[in-house]
């Protein structure tokens, strides 16, 4: 897959959990590390690189975050 494509999805990515935590009324990344159960630093190179995450990090995410059918679909799928 050529690197814009994985740019791309990064950002759809990035773009749903940014939606997802404004609407929560998570405020920070710290707050939204805590809550996953992870640390800060690995959030952040989570967020990064979306494929670093783990399938139990994913699944406490859709626990926090609580994505739609769509938004799922989207991360996993890509552009819609």
């Known amino acids: 897959m050529p690197r814009l494509k ?14 997802k935590v404004i609407a929560l009324g998570i405020h920070t990344n710290d707050a939204l590390a805590a809550k996953l159960g992870i640390s800060y630093p690995a959030l952040m190179r989570r967020l990064r690189e979306p ?3 783990t399938l ?6 859709q626990r926090v975050l609580r994505f739609t059918d769509e938004d799922i ?5 890509g552009a819609k």
Do not use: P
């Not at 994985?6 to 940014?18: C, Q």
């Not at 139990?56 to 995410?61: A, N, Y």
């Not at 679909?73 to 799928?77: A, D, F, G, S």
């Open 6 to 19: 994985v740019d791309i999805r990064n950002a759809e990515m990035r773009g749903i959990i940014a939606q």
């Open 51 to 53: 494929r670093l995450f």
């Open 56 to 61: 139990e990090e994913l699944q406490k995410m």
């Open 73 to 77: 679909l989207t991360i996993v799928r």
